[in-house]
């Protein structure tokens, strides 16, 4: 999972394996959002899921969300190479402010 | 639409001197961050604001680190006098208003402190 760790994890696996990624966040939250950053530029927001939808799709994407165990989420299936990617997982603060808490990342790499 | 745009690309200094770096955010969008990256962790919220005022800076190395956006429109991160620690990535994201916090991210400027 991505907090309570030092560094980046990383996940290598073969095109057309599907791969799950883990986010654990440690102040409550209803709405986790997760990130993708490509080499060299800034990380671009690819699904968002609000504590009522429980599992979010969009395309090959899958997000879940459990706040009782404040964990989340992001599934690819059949991953290709252009997924190559880090990804992020972040929750918005409660208190009213609109910011975003981001974890450590996981660098996943799909091998051809 | 344009992107969000950031100066320069790379900067390399030596301890002790003193760097800026210039973010124009997407038009329109009232609320701007300043975020560091470290190699190979996550964004780390320094200082964001709403249209011209700064509305949490308590994450911002006050002493060395400077943020304004003074017309509510581009803003300017500087860094008085850097050290080797602040070697990162420092992005700068915007959003709009009513955009479920929804942040646009620049390419961001790579920091070498040497």
């Known amino acids: 999972s991505q907090w309570g760790e030092e560094n980046l994890q990383a996940l290598s696996i073969q095109e057309g394996e599907d791969v799950t990624m883990n986010c654990s966040y440690k102040t409550y939250t209803t709405v986790v959002h997760w990130y993708r950053q490509d080499s060299g530029r800034g990380p671009a927001l690819i699904i968002l899921i609000r504590s009522n939808e429980r599992e979010k799709r969009s395309g090959r994407l899958r997000a879940t969300l459990d706040t009782s165990s404040q964990s989340s989420s992001l599934s690819i299936t059949a991953a290709q190479c252009e997924d190559t990617a880090v990804y992020f997982c972040?929750?918005?603060?409660?208190?009213?402010?609109?910011?975003?808490?981001f974890g450590k990342g996981t660098q996943l790499i799909i091998q051809p | 639409e344009a992107g969000v745009t950031q100066s320069p690309r790379y900067a390399v200094l030596q301890e002790g001197q003193a760097v800026s770096f210039w973010c124009d955010p997407i038009s329109g969008h009232d609320t701007l961050y300043w975020y560091q990256q470290p190699r190979d962790q996550g964004p780390q919220l320094l200082v964001y604001f709403r249209d011209e005022a700064v509305i949490d800076n308590s994450q911002l190395p006050s002493d060395r680190f400077s943020a304004v956006r003074p017309k509510g429109t581009n803003s300017t991160l500087k860094i008085q006098s850097a050290k080797q620690g602040d070697t990162a990535t420092y992005l700068c994201a915007s959003s709009p208003l009513g955009g479920q916090n929804t942040l646009y991210f620049g390419a961001g400027t790579r920091l070498s402190v040497l």
């Open positions: 972040a929750t918005e603060d409660t208190g009213g402010a609109d910011r975003l808490t």
